[in-house]
């Protein structure tokens, strides 16, 4: 059958008609930041309107923790959701369907093993993105845990107290880089700035992916996983891996590293294929 996909992230939200492992159309809008979850999801159904009466079931992807339906932010700067919002209750009441939420990391990590990097025996999906997500699939299952906050690497936390995620994520990059230059930026334009030689914008990215290097090192410590997938719009940037790799790099229990598959329709994916199976 064939599913509605919600994707609502830091940046972007990306609204799908979904069939297995194909998305059939596609249509994505920026996050307000300042708007209330109701209103993306308004927004979300004014752009699957074309496709009413196609599918028959709702599922969402979201940045943030979705317990029992009900959706939290853990980080507001990277998304503020007043907390116990009923998604999945709202989607449900919204779109006259059955509807499905979970974490988008979890739904990315879900995507890659079934569709993506493929079924390993435990497989780590970290999304470097306005924040920094992660998903497991231990011994080819989801792992949600209690509350659903399994996964989430970019809320550990270094001895000062600081969010990982607050020093290598898509916000940290704008923030460094004003601090940086005295302008605005985005993730986006300091990877311009490095690819054009700038050595502030070099310096930056490099940062970033010695943390992300010790995170993953974290994680092997933890898991011993046979594969960690990196993703999210700086963990998929040109080059960013191949950092994040000469900086992991320790003789044997490094942990190996590859590409996310799937790009930014991880998330459909995993959202649409998981309201599947967990029904
Ligand atoms: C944050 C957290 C995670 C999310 C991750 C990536 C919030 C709102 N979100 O760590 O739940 O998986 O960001 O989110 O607390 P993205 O929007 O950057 O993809």
Known sequence: ?????????????????????????????????????????????????????????VAAAVTGIV?????????????????????????????????????????????????????????VFITVSTGVGGGMVLNGSLRQGQTGIAGHFGQWRDMAGTRFEDSVSGRWFAQAAAAATGREHDARSV?????????????????????????????????????ILLGGGIGLAPGFLDRVRAHADAPRFAPSLARAQLGDEAGVLGAADWSSVDQ
């Open 1 to 57: 059958d064939t599913c509605l996909a919600i994707d609502i992230g830091g940046t972007k939200i990306l609204v799908a008609l979904v069939q297995g492992s194909t998305v059939l159309a596609r249509q994505v809008m920026s996050t307000e930041p300042s708007a209330d979850p109701q209103s993306w999801i308004e927004h979300a159904y004014s752009l699957s309107r074309p496709w009413a009466g196609q599918y028959q079931r």
């Open 67 to 123: 317990t029992a339906g009900k959706w939290t932010t853990l980080n507001p700067r990277t998304l503020a959701i007043k907390n116990d919002f009923p998604l999945q209750q709202a989607l449900h009441q919204r779109l006259q369907c059955p509807a499905l939420a979970l974490n988008d990391a979890q739904a990315a990590a879900w995507a890659e093993y079934r569709f993506g990097a493929g079924q390993h025996r435990d497989l």
């Open 191 to 227: 990877f311009t700035a490095a690819a054009a030689g700038a050595a502030w914008a070099e310096s930056l990215i490099d940062t970033s992916a010695r943390r992300v290097a010790m995170l993953c090192g974290n994680i092997q410590h933890a898991f011993d996983p046979d594969l």
